[in-house]
């Protein structure tokens, strides 16, 4: 695709704008993406991405505090929240143990859940995928208890024993 100011260069630069319903898309070069700044600011088009400004804005802040304000440090690599703020990723594996409290609010607000839900490959998801059948089977009995179907409520009792007993 080829931009549709110059018609000489591939786009590079692509806006898509709704606005009550309507559509607009623009596909730019990068060089007359320049000379329309105005046009992408007034399209809320911000060419540098900032993974800061993105955590910042996930967090509900403006900014990260630069006062490491009862922010604890990692004690592998020294780093604190802080300083995750300003450069988007922590020093080592560890800082996750050491700033779950603070992630996990962020994880859940990017992801609506904490939990993994999302596919597994089938090689290493067999026991997943048999804990996963144990929870649905759990919530059928609660049902059926609810609606005091004893029966049914007998046989995925059954069906969770064995299951269970397939884990061990």
């Known amino acids: 695709m080829f931009c549709q100011e110059c018609q000489k260069r591939p786009a590079t630069v692509h806006m898509t704008r709704i606005v009550n319903n309507t559509k ?8 007359c993406a320049r000379s329309h700044q105005e046009l992408a600011l007034s399209m809320n088009f911000e060419p540098s991405f900032s993974i800061h400004k993105f955590l910042a804005g996930l967090l509900g802040t403006s900014s990260f505090p630069t006062e490491p304000v009862a922010s604890p440090e990692c004690p592998n690599c020294g780093i604190n929240f802080a300083k995750f703020g300003e450069i988007g990723r922590f020093g ?17 607000r990017v992801q609506g859940t904490t ?33 005091e179907a004893y029966e049914r409520a007998a046989e995925l009792r059954d069906s969770i024993r064995a299951l269970e007993n397939k884990l061990q």
């Open 92 to 108: 080592c594996s560890r800082c996750y143990r050491t700033f779950n409290e603070g992630l996990e609010p962020l994880i859940r």
């Open 115 to 147: 939990q993994h839900t999302g596919k597994v490959p089938r090689r290493a998801g067999g026991k997943l995928g048999v804990k996963r059948e144990i929870e649905k089977l759990k919530t059928q009995l609660r049902q059926a208890v609810r609606e």
């Open 24 to 31: 607009t898309e623009l596909h730019l070069c990068s060089e």
